[in-house]
């Protein structure tokens, strides 16, 4: 990385080396004069070698799973708790003759539904993930799944299709002894949600789907000695990544622009979480920009910083004109190679320990999540209100797309928050949405479904800086889904997320409007985008 246009200049004043001993040594004062919510969470420096060990315990339990007859693992969790197993399977597949996998990390009631329809649950083990235990979308979906499978194989047998996936002494490993879940696997302590997908939270889904986990961990134990304390910071592939990204932050290029090959286009879902959780609070950050249409260099602003993951011997010859244009017009471009889908597992470290560098350049603590406490606090009061009066509350906002389109500044993004079950269609006007507001004022732009999205960009949204544009889009539910033990529906528990996500942006003074569709309707919304000025 020696050859990054003036590398030395750009990191004059910060004493790099010095940061990655310390925190090789686990020295809170990187980021923090507090040790809270730091010393207890550097547990993932060491994953690499400590999982390893129960590769043997993993494969073993895996052909357990195989050998009962089990035909789907579906796993309940949300952020931390399921994106990393999601890239690994979305970016690594199935072996053969493996159970069928799918994940449920939203509470619209359709996405609940489709999963439903797509499984046997007698014949399914569900993987609970949740590292408190407290998650209340975790919480629900076990109940709704716990119900079902009783149906189905009795109340006595019901427990051996269940898998906990948490913390030692939370409240999920009481339940799964209480409960007689077939097996729970407790995490180190010291590992921080968004930073465990080489613990037990990525690695038990992984390989239960026939990932061959070892060498994930084998490619992330290399990456780790390349990024040692000794390790000059020029031959250092986290620390200069990390550098990189923090000190062109500090420059104004704080649009962190993800590029991929196609085969490795899932990484920025979790990629996207560990950014912005890790590194937007404190009214700063860095925005990651991920899935945006690739477009013309003069539609791109000056705030930008592109990274493209590449993986060799994948289709990138449209990819590689794309990047080259965008690099010779001027942009900071960084290229990372990847020599196969297994080296995920080494960028999967390198990412991790580049975002704890990047965090101590401006003083940032990557581990805290301190501002998405305010939405799950709003979301307890609607619903509380839903009980005491049988109706969500109402909210006076925006609908008006061109309003929020006049308050663009310089240097801002439009997010775009879609709280609907998956669609192709709403996608594709989402990215044509973007592509005209890139066209027409040159800001980034992102777009996530909720409420996921509360366990991802929802930290850098409250706490990061006050560029944001905020569109929300809601759509009716289809079904109308029993939560089980709580007098609401999964549809008002999915409402009230939206509605506790509003209010909370608002309080925040943050620019926001919220288009609200009937089921389905998709074609209303893409007439608006077509009619945006």
Request: proline share 5%; aromatic share 8%; net charge negative.
């Amino acid at each position: 990385m020696t050859d990054f246009p003036a590398f030395g200049e750009m990191l004059d004043g910060v004493k790099l080396q010095d940061i990655v001993a310390r925190i090789w040594h686990k020295d809170h004062m990187v980021w923090k004069p507090e040790p809270k919510e730091i010393t207890n969470r550097l547990g993932w420096l060491v994953l690499p070698e400590t999982m390893k060990e129960k590769v043997p315990e993993l494969t073993s339990f895996a052909g357990e799973v195989r050998s009962a007859g089990y035909r789907h693992v579906v796993l309940l969790g949300m952020g931390g708790a399921s994106l990393g197993a999601e890239v690994l399977h979305d970016t690594l597949g199935s072996g053969r003759g493996y159970p069928d996998f799918r994940i449920l990390d939203s509470t619209v009631p359709d996405w609940v539904a489709a999963v439903t329809e797509a499984i046997d649950p007698a014949h399914t083990i569900f993987l609970v993930s949740s590292k408190s235990g407290g998650t209340i979308e975790t919480a629900t979906f076990y109940r709704y799944f716990r119900g079902l499978v009783e149906q189905s194989v009795g109340k006595e047998r019901a427990g051996r299709n269940f898998v906990a996936i948490t913390d030692a002494g939370s409240s999920l490993a009481g339940l799964a002894e209480e409960a007689g879940f077939c097996r729970a696997f407790l995490n180190p302590e010291d590992v921080g949600g968004r930073y465990s997908v080489l613990s037990y939270f990525g690695l038990v889904p992984a390989a239960l789907t026939g990932i061959d986990i070892k060498t994930i961990l084998g490619r992330a134990e290399e990456m780790k000695r390349h990024c040692a304390a000794d390790v000059p910071v020029q031959e250092n592939p986290g620390a200069w990544l990390g550098a990189l990204i923090g000190t062109f932050a500090r420059r104004g290029k704080d649009k962190l622009t993800l590029v991929t090959s196609s085969s490795v286009g899932r990484f920025g879902l979790w990629l996207e979480q560990l950014i912005a959780e890790s590194l937007g609070k404190d009214g700063t950050g860095i925005i990651p920009v991920m899935g945006e249409p690739i477009m013309a260099p003069e539609d791109y602003g000056e705030d930008r910083l592109f990274v493209y993951l590449r993986l060799r011997d994948d289709n990138n010859d449209d990819m590689d004109e794309a990047i080259e244009r965008i690099r010779s017009s001027g942009q900071d471009v960084i290229t990372l190679d990847l020599k196969d889908k297994y080296d995920i597992g080494a960028e999967l470290f390198r990412w991790e320990f580049a975002t704890a560098v990047a965090g101590a350049i401006p003083g940032i603590n990557p581990f805290d999540q301190p501002d998405v406490q305010a939405a799950k606090d709003a979301t307890g009061r609607v619903l509380q209100e839903f009980q005491d009066t049988g109706q969500l509350p109402s909210l006076e906002i925006s609908e008006s797309l061109d309003e929020l389109m006049s308050e663009i500044r310089k240097g801002d993004y439009l997010a775009i928050m879609a709280f609907t079950k998956q669609m192709p269609e709403l996608e594709e006007t989402c990215a044509e949405l973007r592509r005209k507001v890139m066209e027409k004022h040159r800001i980034a732009t992102t777009f996530g479904y909720g409420p996921r999205l509360l366990h991802s960009t929802g930290q850098l949204h409250k706490g990061g800086p006050n560029t944001g544009l905020f569109l929300q889009v809601t759509m009716s539910h289809e079904h109308k889904i029993p939560v089980p033990g709580a007098p609401y529906t999964f549809d008002i528990l999915a409402d009230a997320q939206a509605l506790g996500d509003l209010q909370t942006l608002l309080a925040l003074k943050r620019r926001v409007v919220r288009i609200h569709l009937d089921s389905g309707d998709t074609a209303t919304f893409a007439r608006i985008v077509s009619d945006l000025a």
